[in-house]
């Protein structure tokens, strides 16, 4: 069995098929785990550059969710954010966010265990057989943005293409800002609304809980697209407005620019997953609720399904 990208969705399927008992491998064209719940170190001090927090609210997931707390890798943010547009600023309650200390990767690493990653590993085709790149397997999951799956897929896997050419992404660009101290007014996470650059803003020392003075922003769907191409020269206009939104004197003492080219998809995909007679499977956040619990509970479900139908096969 070969499941294609370790961001979770791929993990907590194939986590589910070595719970069966199936021989499964991830393979990862990153050399780390974890996909948009990336974490990158700056002097040694990891920022998330992908998803922001999380928020549980399914069962099983709070079990996960208790499992990594117990670990020490995960703790409850904050449940209060704060809202800037037109009106000024306001207090939005919500529910509780949750935060990683060492990285939103460092739950995903976690989740993979001991399960087999194989890292710097691109998957070029997923044919009929099913075959990936050119050699067969008994089932192939590919969990990943629909985008990048389409780029695999052999268009005579007529369902599977079709499913994934039918999701809608949005870009993103992450600005990471580390700042000589921290002279901002007191905010964990900061919406912001109908801003020409920004979209969110948080505040990575306090949700990190070392109180360094890093705050990670991230720009509109209509601004990342008009900087995929250079990502980096959008950085200037990323600090300046996190400056001018907070009032901020000086200039950041760094700045990294990441670029997601599927930060996220429209709401609304069927899910939670497709599996489909040929023994192709297609998983994550696109499927159901776009969020990391979504995803979660996509690969979950659909290695579940995928382990009932392959040990019935085998009788
Ligand atoms: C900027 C941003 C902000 C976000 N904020 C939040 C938030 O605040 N809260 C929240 O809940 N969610 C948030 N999300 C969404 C959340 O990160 C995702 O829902 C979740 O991480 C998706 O997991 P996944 O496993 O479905 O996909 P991914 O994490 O994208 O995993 C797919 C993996 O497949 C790999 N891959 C792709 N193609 C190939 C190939 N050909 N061969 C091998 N490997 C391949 C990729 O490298 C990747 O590791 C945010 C996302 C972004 C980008």
Redesign the pocket.
């Known amino acids: 069995m070969v499941v ?8 907590a399927c194939a986590a589910e098929l070595a719970r069966a008992g199936l021989p499964v491998e991830i ?4 050399r780390v ?6 974490s990158k170190r700056f002097e040694g001090r990891p920022a998330d ?7 549980v609210d399914d069962p099983d997931f709070a079990a996960v969710v208790d499992g990594w707390r117990a670990a020490g890798l995960a703790r409850e943010w904050t449940d209060t954010l704060v809202a800037y547009g037109p009106r000024g600023r306001e207090e939005v309650a919500g529910p509780v ?1 949750w935060a990683a200390p060492r990285g939103l990767r460092s739950l995903v690493e976690h989740l993979a265990g001991d399960l087999p990653v194989a890292h710097n ?4 085709t997923v044919e009929p057989g099913p075959r990936v790149d050119g050699r067969a397997a008994e089932a192939v999951v590919l ?3 629909g985008p ?2 389409a ?2 897929l052999d268009p005579a896997l007529a369902a599977a293409t079709r499913a994934v050419a039918a999701q809608r992404w949005s870009s ?1 660009l ?1 600005g990471v800002l580390r700042f000589p101290a921290r002279r901002w007014p007191d905010f964990r996470g900061a919406f912001v609304n109908e801003h020409p650059v920004l979209s ?1 803003v948080c505040d990575d020392g306090d949700r990190r809980g070392d109180g360094e003075p890093v705050l990670v922003a ?1 720009t509109t769907t209509e601004f990342a697209s008009g900087h995929l191409l250079q990502p980096t020269a959008a950085g200037p206009a990323i600090e300046q407005a996190v400056r001018d939104l907070f009032g901020l004197p000086e200039p950041a003492e760094l700045t990294h620019v990441h670029r ?1 080219t ?3 998809p429209a709401a609304g995909g069927v899910g939670p997953y497709h599996l489909y007679d040929d023994g192709i499977g297609l ?4 499927f159901g609720r ?6 979660w509970r ?2 979950r479900d659909l290695g579940r399904a995928l382990a009932a139908r392959l040990l019935a096969d085998r009788g």
Not at 4 to 11: E, H, L, S
Not at 121 to 124: A, D, E, G, Q, S
Not at 290 to 295: K, L
């Open positions: 294609v990208g370790a961001g979770i969705a791929g993990v393979r990862e064209r990153a785990t974890g996909g948009r719940m990336a550059l992908g998803a922001a927090y999380f928020t966010r590993r691109l998957v070029m969990a990943m943005p990048q799956a780029l695999l993103a992450t969110t991230h997601w599927y930060a996220k998983a994550g956040d696109a776009p969020r990391v619990q979504g995803a996509s690969g």
